[in-house]
């Protein structure tokens, strides 16, 4: 009888343990899942930065390439589509800021381009100074208006 008692006890911490075991292989799969899904949303946030513009100039400064470089390896490596939308402070007249707008995220598309981004991937979308994200009335209101807006979309496989 005692064997029986014995044997059963140990059959079910036996049991017990390799359930556990195989709960915690589990959790730990869909935790290094979710970090790994956590880390590239870090990643896409950091890549999709505004990129910001000196008046009245259309060429990005030395300080985004960096970032530049790393948004074209991901749109090549994990398909995405880009929309890149250019903007524009409120000085000066309407439509040569709309054009100036323009240029911002041309620009952009070029380099991305350039570094490997299929051109059908990326669209390039001016408005001038309609959207303002900042005071105009302020110079550092006006900064964070000129800028090229960075927006991904996964392509669906």
Known sequence: ???????????????????VKAINIK????????????????LIAELTHNVEYDFAKASVRDTYYDNLNKLAKLVIEDDYVVSLRGHAD????????????????????????????????????????????????????????RRVEIKLKEISK
Do not use: C, H
């Not at 959790?27 to 870090?42: G, H, M, N, W, Y």
């Not at 000085?91 to 059908?120: H, T």
């Not at 408005?127 to 105009?136: D, K, M, R, V």
């Open 90 to 145: 409120s000085i000066g007249q309407y439509k040569p800021n709309w054009v100036l707008s323009e240029k911002r995220a041309v620009e952009v598309k070029d380099y991305l381009v350039a570094k490997g981004v299929k051109k059908d991937r990326i669209v390039a979308i001016p408005y001038g100074s309609t959207i303002p994200i900042a005071t105009n009335k302020t110079a550092e209101g006006r900064q964070k208006n």
């Open 27 to 42: 959790t730990s799969k869909k935790v290094t899942r979710k970090t790994a899904i956590d880390d590239k949303s870090a």
């Open 1 to 19: 009888m005692k064997i029986k008692i014995f044997i059963a006890a140990a059959l079910t911490m036996l049991l017990f343990f390799v359930g």
